[in-house]
């Protein structure tokens, strides 16, 4: 079955940069669209953003807005999401999830990946 | 807080049917497709439902979707041991241009 292989663990301090990746073995998968969503501990999913890696368009949360970035990377597959400016608010795991169709609005999180744990601390 | 409400748990035995509700607004619910999900244990989110009543590729039928004004429910005939696990909506916030999800229903098969 395809999968979404994201990134290992990490440990950043505050102020400081992350950039996740999201691979996947299907080279026709990652032409979809591709959302980011987190889940911080005990609490619920929240979503970053989503892009579409046909032209390479991206739509963010406001939430996020200045501090996400999120490219695709077609000939390895791969997805990143670059988030800036961490604080121990942003400890969370961190999912990948292609589109199950490509469309902003009705375009939900099918596919995830196994999440990557990103903890914040000084 | 969460945009879409979600009873917190809901338990029920093997063999009955469970109804999970996940309720918003006109900004969300109402107007824009709702997805279920079912998280396992140790494992990432699994696709259910989508567009409100879809199943995703692989879904048995003891699992339905249905929606109706700013409620959408998830259905859950035949209820069996391994079903036990946490249950999220989500949909598209045209207000908050946003993908909004629910607080998640912890599901327990007594």
């Known amino acids: 079955q395809v999968q979404l292989v994201q990134s290992g663990a990490e440990v950043k301090k505050p102020g400081s940069s992350m950039k996740l990746s999201c691979k996947t073995s299907?080279?026709?998968?990652?032409?979809?669209?591709s959302h980011w969503v987190r889940q911080a501990p005990g609490q619920g999913f929240e979503w970053l953003g989503v892009?579409?890696?046909?032209?390479?368009?991206?739509t963010y949360a406001s939430k996020f807005q200045g501090r996400v970035t999120m490219t695709t990377d077609t000939s390895t597959a791969t997805a990143y999401m670059e988030l800036t400016s961490l604080t121990s608010d942003d400890t969370a795991v961190y999912y990948c999830?292609?589109?199950?169709?490509?469309?902003?609005?009705?375009?939900?999180?099918?596919?995830w990946g196994q999440g990557t744990l990103v903890i914040v601390s000084s | 807080q969460p945009v879409l409400t979600q009873p917190p748990s809901v338990s029920a035995t093997p063999g009955q049917k469970v109804t999970l509700s996940c309720s918003g607004g006109?900004?969300?619910?109402?107007?824009?497709?709702v997805s279920w999900y079912q998280r396992l244990p140790g494992t990432a989110p699994r696709l259910l439902i989508y567009?409100?009543?879809k199943r995703s590729p692989g879904i048995p039928d003891r699992f339905s979707g249905f929606k109706s004004g700013w409620t959408a429910t998830l259905g859950i005939t035949g209820l069996q041991a391994g079903d036990e696990a946490d249950y999220y909506c989500?949909?598209?916030?045209?207000?908050?241009?946003?993908?909004?999800f629910g607080g998640g229903t912890k599901l327990t098969v007594l």
């Open positions: 999830a292609t589109a199950q169709r490509d469309d902003l609005l009705t375009g939900s999180p099918g596919r």
């Open positions: 299907d080279y026709t998968l990652i032409r979809h669209y």
């Open positions: 892009i579409n890696p046909t032209y390479g368009t991206t």
């Open positions: 006109s900004s969300n619910v109402e107007h824009n497709f």
């Open positions: 567009d409100n009543d």
């Open positions: 989500a949909t598209w916030d045209s207000r908050l241009a946003a993908w909004v």
